[in-house]
């Protein structure tokens, strides 16, 4: 049986130390490592073991009993959230540490959404109970208040204080005890009923609590201490016992994986890595991924596989082919990127961890500009939320990111990877700029012999729900082929909006119609004509500013509380109630981006380091300072170089520019 694990947790909470163990323990390593040792097995990489902390999702295999286990490492640090929910798509099943002095933290909040979201069955360890402050019972009660009511604590040596408030042992498990028939009863009303009819032998209790793990109704939990290993070969048994998939059956279909990863080897090969979810793969197969080409109909991506790998760590064994459930590395596909559906499976993953901050790269003048944008854009290739983009207006190169962190992590890699000694430019908040109400923008592009007509509808959106498309057009008035190109330039790339130039979001934009000629129509003509129907849609519309919201855990000594609640109005941030244990108080809420980013620095300076504060972006909002920021950024849409809302028509054999204002007497189709 084969399933893929993933270990989640906030940083610091003894994920990585877990993993090493359990690979220990199941006789994949010969030795355990240790983060501050810098040896881990999984944590690999120097610029990890330099920092102690995880920043790249690595595999390990290993077996138990009838079962092969590919376990996914994830990086528990917030700036590398986009690398963690990147390996979310190819697990099974997900074990989230939670350490049992500091208990639930913002990051762990931040994970077990992503895990909701895509149902991914969880299982919870709490660890760090030998540390001084550990209380399990504390914890237990926070992940039902703040997590989940349906946890199932389970373990061999449990504290009798949790005894009392329900659990199970592995013996009682093992066994079917009426403590589980009584559990497993009470979540489903056929059990219950056959359960008080005392016909218990009808019914295999210990498949059932499977299946409510496996949906997502249950959530297995234990506790130990992965640094002193306690509970961790009890984790193992229950773990295996209480897991199970079902690739043996889908290895007869036809092929499908997932891509989840792209990395370069040493020797510059593009590896994309992929998990099998049916069918088998051999080397020298063509396989299909992505999505086809809409404009050229051409269909999807196909490629030979040159060479299939197994990692382990660092370490790979290559072989000849691999079946469902497999976690594997390929080499020969050129453009895969992470998300991508490969063989029948064609829908591509959505992602929600966005970076709410951009910055750009400081380098050496004597450096030719577009090799360094082609060297940035094999990293923006490994992460693609960094989002590397060229300012021609500006002569720079843009990053996306998520953090400081981040950027420091960057700049070693840049340093090690292609000798560059770079620097990165302050960060700066990504806003976002919505429509504020529904308007049809025109475009025309007409010079002598090109032709094309655009007509399309805006309508805002949904907060936080991006730019979606559909087309009102006859296929009797435009082509599917040119509607398709239509479609391909609205997304090929983020649009500006008209107060600061930053991207457009929260849009729907509809094709009601649009006009091509049989003989002067090429293909840039709907590039153009797209553009400037969109931007008159824009100009017509209205824009407003939004800004990044973080959501903020911080906690203080009592005496500073006063303090922070003060800064947090200050800052324009909201907060609730403070939750007050001992001389501690934590303050949760909600802020800008832009105020609370660097609040971190003056929080250990006031409270002498005694006090911490955990951020983790929290989507877009109305921009608290709107007229400020649009006055700072000096943008003049009609100066913009690479939009214009003014059509082409021609005349007498010649193109002349009509303004926006007056596009509409001129349109075709109308």
């Known amino acids: 049986m084969k399933k893929t694990i993933g270990i989640l947790a906030h940083v610091d909470a003894g994920k990585t130390t877990f993993a090493e163990q359990i690979l220990y323990h199941t006789k994949s390593i010969r030795s355990r490592g240790r983060v501050d040792h810098k040896n881990a097995f999984l944590d690999n990489h120097e610029i990890e073991r330099d920092r102690g902390i995880t920043i790249f999702t690595d595999q390990a295999v290993f077996t138990y009993r009838e079962s092969t286990c590919y376990l996914i490492d994830t990086p528990g640090h917030a700036d590398f959230s986009s690398e963690m ?9 997900a074990v989230v540490i939670i350490s049992a002095v500091e208990g639930i933290q913002g990051h762990t909040e931040t994970v077990w959404q992503l895990l909701r979201n895509l149902n991914i069955p969880t299982f919870f360890f709490i660890n760090k109970i030998d540390r001084v402050g550990a209380n399990i019972e504390n914890v237990i009660a926070e992940i039902k208040v703040k997590l989940t009511g349906e946890i199932l604590f389970t373990a061999g040596l449990v504290p009798q204080a949790v005894k009392n408030t329900g659990c199970l042992s592995i013996s009682e498990l093992k066994n079917t005890s009426p403590g589980l028939m009584e559990f497993v009863a009470e979540r489903d009303e056929n059990l219950l009923e056959l359960y008080l009819q005392g016909r218990v032998e009808k019914v295999d209790w210990l498949l059932e609590l499977k299946q409510l793990i496996k949906q997502g109704r249950v959530f297995p939990c234990m506790a130990g201490s992965a640094l002193q290993d306690v509970g ?73 596989i040159n060479q299939i790998r197994i990692y382990n760590g660092t370490r790979f064994s290559t072989r000849e082919f691999v079946s469902a459930g497999e976690i594997f590395a390929v080499t020969g596909l050129s453009k895969a990127c992470a998300g991508d559906g490969a063989g029948t499976l064609e829908e591509r993953a959505v992602y929600r961890v966005i970076p709410a901050l951009k910055s750009r790269l400081v380098f050496d003048k004597s450096l030719n500009n577009k090799e360094v944008l082609n060297k940035m854009k094999l990293l923006e290739a490994e992460d693609p939320a960094l989002n590397v983009s060229w300012n021609e207006a500006l002569q720079e190169l843009h990053f996306s990111i998520m953090g400081v962190i981040q950027l420091e992590v960057l700049k070693q890699v840049i340093e090690q990877r292609f000798s560059y000694k770079v620097d990165f430019g302050p960060c700066q908040v990504l ?75 929260d849009v729907k934009i509809t094709l009601l119609t649009g006009r091509a000629h049989l003989k002067h129509t090429s293909g840039g003509d709907f590039r153009e004509a797209t553009l400037r129907a969109l931007r008159q849609g824009l100009e017509k519309a ?129």
């Open 232 to 304: 961790i070969t009890e984790f193992v048994e229950v773990l295996d016992l209480l897991s199970y998939s079902d690739y043996e059956e889908k290895s007869s279909e036809k092929f499908s994986g997932r891509v989840y990863k792209i990395r370069h080897d040493e020797q510059g090969n593009r590896v994309t890595y992929l998990k099998a979810l049916s069918g088998k793969l051999s080397v020298k197969d063509a396989l299909e991924y992505g999505r086809q080409d809409e404009v050229t109909g051409s269909g999807r991506p196909s490629e030979k």
């Open 542 to 670: 209205g824009c407003i500013l939004l800004e990044p919201f973080y959501r903020f855990r911080i906690e203080v000594d009592t005496d500073s509380m006063g303090r922070v609640l003060s800064d947090i109005q200050k800052m324009h941030g909201d907060f609730e109630p403070p939750e007050t244990r001992e001389n501690k108080v934590t303050i949760r809420g909600r802020g800008p981006v832009a105020t609370f980013m660097n609040y971190s620095m003056e929080l250990v300076s006031f409270t002498k380091g005694k006090g911490s504060i955990n951020l983790f972006f929290d989507g877009y909002d109305i921009c608290h300072n709107e007229s400020e920021v649009i006055e700072n950024s000096g943008y003049n849409k009609n100066a913009d170089p690479e939009y214009t809302s003014n059509s082409i028509f021609c005349a007498k054999g010649a193109g002349f520019t009509v303004e926006a204002g007056k596009v509409e007497e001129y349109m075709h189709c109308l």
């Open 431 to 505: 806003y976002r700029e919505p429509v504020s109400r529904l308007a049809t923008g025109y475009g025309h592009f007409e010079p002598l012999r090109h032709y094309a007509e655009v007509h399309l509808r805006l309508e805002p959106a949904p907060r936080n729900s991006g730019i979606s498309f559909e087309s009102a057009c006859h296929i009797d008035d435009l082509l599917p082929s040119y509607q398709n190109l239509i479609r391909t330039h609205l997304f090929e790339k983020e649009h500006n909006g008209v107060l600061t130039g930053s991207s457009v979001t």
């Open 85 to 93: 929910e990147r390996a979310l798509q190819i697990m099974d099943y």
